[in-house]
């Protein structure tokens, strides 16, 4: 297993698992390890990963340390008697161990990005090894991307040409330029529906918009809004402030759509998700794989930031149905 170039033997972390969480007795995945319960998928995360199993990370190192000549294998030898468990996190959180599978460290210290290629000389994962401007591939020079450009704001509609808006019988819409940008009041590895996120802001989730564009539409803060075009509908609630810009809105992502959602009048089905009205677009630059750090790897090298190129349509909600029985 591994990742960014480099793997490691987890045969022993494997059989040690099984030994752990138990194996299935009987069926097709007879003898590999029982991942029916909840705690042993977490348990079984925690044993493989090298940034909580002392082991592995010591394994991960020595393979950074192959690869690139440089001695690091020792880096976390003081953590290599580590092996985080769902139980021990639970009981008390610990700070994760420094892994070269990604470049920061934390080691006495908070979590920092490039550490390891500033301080242990770690080569970056570019094609020269260094901190890269410049791409001079043939694909890359040919759409004039060789060096950081700017490149406008795609002309796109929030509905194809041949489609109309959805129709407005009573009220208002007006049409805005939309991002989803990386979230404020919630983080990655913890739900947002947890008691400590809800009382950070608002208690739910909610759609920005500069106070002249709110006024434009009969919106107040915190009314509820629909916010749609022809890839999909989130109902939210509105946040109305003059720090946005006129003409733009957005709605902080990964927003657990567990609780507070309502349905839309226009779908007749729960309000969505941030993610409902996007659209990613494929660039040509895409596809050029097999180029230091332009080859693919999942959730490493994909589109950019064009998929906010997008245009949504903004209405206050008439009725608020919740069907949660």
Known sequence: M??????W?????????????????????????????AASVADTILTLSSSTNGKVAMKAWQAEENKTGMPVK????????????????TTQPKEAISTPIFTGNNKNRRYSPFLNNVELSVPFRTLTGRQQFLIDHETFLEFGEGLPVYKPTLNTKAFYPKIDRIPEENGKTIGLKYLTPHGKWNIHSMFYDNQHMLTLFRGGQTIWLNNEDADRINVRDNDWIEMYNRNGVVVARAVVSHRMPRGTTYMYHAQDRTIYTPHTEITHLTGGTHNSPTKVHIKP???????????????????????????????????????ED
């Open 285 to 323: 630059t895409h596809f050029v794989g097999g180029y230091a750090q332009l080859s693919y790897g999942f959730n490493y090298y994909g589109p950019t930031g064009n998929q906010r190129d997008l245009k949504v349509f903004i209405r206050k909600l008439k009725k608020v149905i919740w069907h």
């Open 9 to 37: 033997s987890a045969k022993e972390e494997y059989e040690k698992l099984k030994q752990s969480i138990g194996i299935h007795n009987s069926g097709f995945n007879k003898g590999l390890p029982n991942l029916e319960e």
């Open 74 to 89: 020792n880096f976390v030898q003081d953590r290599e008697s580590e092996h985080f468990t769902l139980k021990n996190i």
């Open 2 to 7: 591994g990742a960014d170039g480099i793997s």
